[in-house]
């Protein structure tokens, strides 16, 4: 959120010579507003998580309009809250690995066991308060 990931756009502004296409879409220069607004490869698996729990995707145009989503939804105590908390992190997260072993290991894996790992992972890591939420879906 602070402009500290080190996407390829960093990295060059830095010195550092990487090539600087989305390695997940593989259509539009890597960066932080990309990979979380306009990428496409990170559209479908968050279209994905959202429809398992019967909720609303992000729908962005910009990365302040995404911030602001996102802030808004994971704003309270409340379980949807909670639960919106948990799926962001666990998906950012995952996509994040994805980006870094096709960058640097040469591997991928392909967006529905992304999903399905996020899915799974959040079943497990649920507290109890959203537990009984997040077992009710069915991937």
């Known amino acids: 959120m602070q402009n500290k990931l080190l996407t390829s756009d960093m990295l060059n502004r830095l010195g550092m010579v990487i090539a600087n296409k989305?390695?997940?879409?593989?259509?539009?220069?890597?960066?932080?507003?990309?990979?979380?607004?306009?990428?496409?490869?990170?559209?479908?698996?968050?279209?994905k998580i959202m429809q398992w729990t019967h909720s609303q995707n992000i729908a962005a145009w910009d990365w302040k309009q995404h911030v602001q989503e996102v802030i808004r939804r994971a704003k309270g105590k409340s379980r949807e809250a909670e639960l919106f908390k948990m799926l962001y992190t666990e998906t950012v997260n995952c996509i994040w690995i994805e980006r870094n072993k096709r960058i640097f290991e040469k591997t991928s894996v392909g967006w529905e066991r992304i999903a399905k790992e996020i899915a799974c992972v959040c079943c497990v890591r649920a507290p109890l308060r959203i537990a009984e939420i997040v077992h009710r879906y069915r991937f």
């Open 22 to 47: 989305c390695n997940l879409c593989h259509q539009a220069e890597d960066s932080r507003d990309h990979l979380y607004v306009e990428c496409d490869y990170m559209k479908v698996v968050m279209n």
